[in-house]
């Protein structure tokens, strides 16, 4: 199993950015996927899940209206649009399979998302 994570960056507070992540040694289309993010010297925490087929999606309250998550099964890959940016919203980002739990005890490498005040 492996998760490539792309997109991040250093955006000032008010901005967007998408973050794209390519799944690879599993049954893509046949599992939901989310994106997790640990912020520095804190634990990794779930962020959004959308469903098989892309029908159904879920977030955690901070990122609700802000946050759109979404998946392309052609390519294996999940998508994080991510608006109006906080400097809370500073993390690595992650993906894996799974709704609103990680399916697979490894992780990529992240991508880190720094927000200027």
């Known amino acids: 199993v492996q998760f490539v994570e792309s997109g991040g960056g250093l955006v000032q507070a008010g901005g967007s950015l998408t973050l794209s992540c390519r799944a690879s040694g599993f049954n893509f289309t046949r599992n939901p996927m989310s994106w997790y993010r640990q912020a520095p010297g804190k634990l990794r925490w779930w962020v959004a899940g959308?469903?098989?087929?892309?029908?159904?999606?879920s977030y955690t309250d901070s990122v609700k209206g802000r946050f759109t998550i979404s998946r392309d099964d052609a390519k294996r890959t999940v998508y994080l649009q991510m608006n109006n940016l906080t400097p809370d919203d500073t993390a690595d980002y992650y993906c894996n399979a799974g709704y609103t739990r990680s399916t697979f005890s490894g992780w990529g490498r992240g991508t880190q998302v720094t927000v200027s005040s």
């Open positions: 959308v469903s098989t087929h892309g029908d159904e999606t």
